[in-house]
């Protein structure tokens, strides 16, 4: 196919040999299977600003570290520098996030370098060799759906344990490949020491995977892992091989189930939007 204009530096550098195909449009980025060499691997062109959908919510970026002194002043005001940096901080927390947890062993896609707003990243694979499929788009047989179920409670706490929640976490954001499920897309995952709605968005993430799985396996909808987790964590006793009972009794007054209904409503709501607009965009392509 045609060089993407945001692709061909890369091209141009050898990092990357050849664009294959585009894999998908998003909300906030365009993604390429790419050849380096002789591996097929994934390119997610962030889109610019004023292009992305995706709405870089306060909520998402409290906790953020900027150690620059003047890009932190910076990015406190209005002012067209100040905008910038605040944008290249945006796209630096995905890049920044995959190598964190792929270090602290999350199944998550390597990455392998950004570069002016590309990030370069391992392509996950079915056993078949085909781009493995979203986790919305796999029927599963009750014992499936408690072991999947399983995997991404275990990468939860993996993930907690090295500081980080996912904050948008659904079977949208999660692959299966021939081994199981790969967690994508983390542009938004926020420090869980450092941000206010970390809680919030932890039993969110985890509610999601809970809905989703129970409708093959629906005792889990009985679960409270989400809770569980959190408490644990704040105790200091939450670690990357801890066991979980997925029992918990909390303060019931601070969970307010039909806002977090209404959010993981919300996200079933942009991620068919996300579709439609992938749709129209391969329409205009053909």
Known sequence: MKIPKRLQPLVDDGMIDEVITQLMSGKEAQVYVVRC???????????????????????????????????????????????????SAWLNAEVDALYRLASAGVRVPQPFGFVDGVLLMELVCDADGS?????????????????????????????????????????????????????????????????????????????????????????????????????????GKLHPDTKLSGVFEGNSASADVDEVMAVIAAAREEEEERRERARADEEDDG
Not at 45 to 74: D, I, L, P
């Open 37 to 87: 060499g002789d591996t097929r691997r994934c390119a997610k062109v962030f889109k610019e600003a004023q292009k992305r959908s995706f709405k870089q919510a306060v909520q998402y970026q409290e906790g953020r570290k900027v150690r620059n002194s003047r890009r932190a002043r910076a990015m406190s005001k209005k002012t067209k520098y100040g905008q910038k940096e605040q944008e």
């Open 131 to 235: 781009v493995a499929p979203r986790l919305d788009d796999v029927t599963l047989s009750p014992e499936q759906a408690l072991e999947y179920h399983d995997r991404i409670i275990t990468e939860v706490v993996r993930m907690l344990s090295a500081g980080l929640v996912h904050g948008d976490l659904s079977e949208f954001n999660v692959l299966v490949d021939a081994s199981g499920p790969v967690i994508i897309d983390l542009p938004q995952a926020v420090d869980a020491a450092g941000n206010n709605n970390a809680e919030m968005m932890l039993e969110r993430d985890v509610a999601n995977m809970r809905s989703y799985f129970g409708r093959f396996a629906p005792e889990l909808l009985k679960t409270n892992y989400g809770g569980e987790i959190w408490s644990l964590y704040e105790a």
